[in-house]
């Protein structure tokens, strides 16, 4: 199985909530560690990253993951409201 795989990760309540490319489950993790061992992504998208997951996240860019911010999430959520309006 090739190519490449992006997740969206967000955290919250000590749980990391899961979004692959591929799918419109969420699935909820107790740690990054956790959703890398499962999905095996190349690349793992992020609003912020709590400071308990650094550790983590420095492992697995070491193992070569890359991770990505999303710094203006107004323009996200614009550009959501533009495909689904798009779709229909």
Same mark, same amino acid.
Request: overall charge neutral.
């Given at each position: 199985?090739?190519?490449?795989?992006?997740? %969206?990760? @967000? %955290?919250?309540?000590?749980?990391?909530? *899961?979004?692959? @490319?591929? $799918? =419109?489950?969420? /699935?909820? %993790?107790n740690n990054l560690?956790? /959703? /890398? =061992? #499962?999905?095996?992504? *190349?690349?793992?998208?992020?609003?912020?990253?709590?400071? #308990?997951?650094?550790?983590?996240?420095?492992?697995?860019?070491?193992?070569?993951?890359?991770?990505?911010?999303?710094?203006?999430? =107004? *323009?996200? $959520?614009k550009e959501r409201?533009?495909?689904? %309006? #798009? =779709?229909?």
């Amino acid at each position: 199985m090739g190519g490449q795989k992006e997740i %969206f990760v @967000d %955290f919250g309540r000590n749980k990391v909530y *899961t979004l692959r @490319d591929d $799918s =419109e489950d969420i /699935v909820v %993790f107790n740690n990054l560690a956790e /959703v /890398v =061992e #499962k999905f095996n992504p *190349t690349t793992v998208i992020l609003d912020n990253l709590p400071h #308990k997951a650094l550790r983590d996240a420095e492992e697995l860019a070491k193992k070569g993951i890359t991770f990505l911010r999303l710094k203006n999430l =107004e *323009t996200l $959520s614009k550009e959501r409201q533009k495909q689904r %309006f #798009k =779709e229909e």
